[in-house]
């Protein structure tokens, strides 16, 4: 398994050359790659499900004429 400073030191010196090899940023760089190693490492945090509104629900309520508050003010708030 490869080491994490391995990692970094990798990282950091891909930033070192894309920013033209600049001289005394080493630190600013380190930083930088040890930030994006950690990130790349770390488990990726699952968003909160998007809940749909229930369609078939809608289309009846429209139906009767009586729409539900909630949708009616999510639907003139897309507009």
Do not use: N
């Amino acid at each position: 398994m490869v080491d994490f400073e391995d990692l970094v030191r990798s990282e950091a010196y891909r930033i070192w050359e894309t920013e033209g090899c600049p001289d005394g940023q080493h630190d600013r760089h380190w930083q930088m790659a040890a930030e994006r190693v950690r990130e790349a490492r770390s488990p990726v945090r699952a968003e909160a499900p998007v809940v749909p509104i229930p369609l078939k629900r809608v289309a009846l309520s429209a139906r009767r004429g009586k729409p539900q508050p909630s949708v009616a003010v999510g639907l003139r708030a897309s507009a």
